[in-house]
């Protein structure tokens, strides 16, 4: 029962930085409002210990976030290359 | 003056640098200041993986003002620059990976665990990141 749950809630971005990383994805605020229905029916349901485990699935969600952050920052990195360049080029005494 | 010039290899490294940029040798260098120049020849500066100028070792106190003040450029370009398009570390991090992808061999940069390097032949480390 308690395992079926953790499986469940895996998609739940509930931390901060997650909610905030979602906020151009529909697909995650979806997941977001999912999971806070899930916890909002283990607390109704009176599982205190389910509670707990609610709380531990938001940590595996951490490593997610970061890789998030790197492909969006490689794609922005890619895109501003030659932008980049021809700053160089404008401000030779400078770099 | 020749004197001067033998006893110490970070002159002799700055005049050659200066006599190349003043015979239109050294494109890159042409906009550079002969100290700028000078203190990249010598290894005392090297180009961070994060868009700025760092310092090797302790150079003088000129040396480590005028990173400062070429910082502080960087920065306002950084920031004039990266209006609407992305963050300034972002654009300043674009702006490394071409930098340090166009050190000269013998000059220092930055390799992506944060330690000096000094460019050779080949390609330099860069983050896994730059295009």
Same mark, same amino acid.
């Given at each position: 029962?308690?395992?079926?749950?953790? #499986?469940?809630?895996?998609?739940?971005? #509930?931390?901060?930085?997650?909610?905030?990383?979602?906020?151009? *994805?529909?697909?995650?605020?979806?997941?977001?409002?999912?999971?806070?229905?899930?916890?909002?029916?283990?607390?109704?349901?009176?599982?205190?210990?389910?509670?707990?485990?609610?709380?531990?699935?938001?940590?595996? *969600?951490?490593?997610?976030?970061?890789?998030?952050?790197?492909?969006?920052?490689?794609? @922005?990195?890619? /895109?501003?290359?030659?932008?980049?360049?021809?700053?160089?080029?404008?401000?030779?005494?400078?770099? | 003056?020749?004197?001067?010039?033998?006893?110490?290899? @970070?002159?002799?490294?700055?005049? @050659?640098?200066?006599?190349?940029?003043?015979?239109?040798?050294?494109?890159?260098?042409?906009?550079? *200041?002969?100290?700028?120049?000078?203190?990249?020849?010598?290894?005392? @500066?090297?180009?961070?993986?994060?868009?700025?100028?760092?310092?090797?070792?302790?150079?003088?106190?000129?040396?480590?003002?005028?990173?400062?003040?070429?910082?502080?450029? /960087? /920065?306002?370009?950084? #920031?004039?620059?990266?209006?609407?398009?992305?963050?300034?570390?972002?654009?300043?991090?674009?702006?490394?990976?071409?930098?340090?992808?166009? #050190?000269?061999?013998?000059?220092?940069?930055?390799?992506?665990?944060?330690?000096?390097?000094?460019?050779?032949?080949?390609?330099?480390?860069? *983050?896994?990141?730059?295009?």
């Amino acid at each position: 029962m308690k395992a079926l749950e953790l #499986t469940g809630n895996v998609p739940a971005a #509930t931390s901060p930085a997650m909610m905030s990383q979602a906020q151009h *994805d529909p697909q995650h605020e979806g997941f977001r409002f999912g999971g806070r229905a899930v916890c909002a029916a283990m607390l109704a349901l009176g599982f205190g210990s389910a509670l707990g485990g609610c709380v531990n699935v938001s940590a595996p *969600d951490k490593p997610i976030v970061i890789e998030l952050n790197i492909n969006i920052r490689q794609e @922005v990195i890619y /895109r501003l290359s030659q932008d980049a360049e021809n700053t160089i080029k404008q401000n030779e005494g400078v770099f | 003056m020749t004197k001067i010039l033998f006893s110490n290899p @970070v002159a002799v490294l700055g005049a @050659v640098v200066l006599t190349m940029a003043a015979s239109g040798g050294a494109m890159a260098q042409e906009g550079r *200041d002969p100290a700028y120049a000078a203190a990249r020849a010598a290894g005392q @500066v090297g180009e961070q993986k994060d868009g700025y100028l760092g310092v090797i070792g302790s150079p003088s106190a000129e040396v480590r003002a005028m990173v400062r003040d070429i910082n502080n450029r /960087r /920065r306002a370009i950084f #920031t004039e620059k990266a209006a609407g398009k992305s963050t300034i570390e972002e654009y300043a991090f674009a702006t490394a990976c071409r930098l340090i992808a166009q #050190t000269q061999p013998g000059e220092k940069y930055q390799a992506p665990d944060g330690s000096w390097k000094t460019r050779g032949a080949g390609a330099p480390e860069r *983050d896994a990141r730059c295009p």
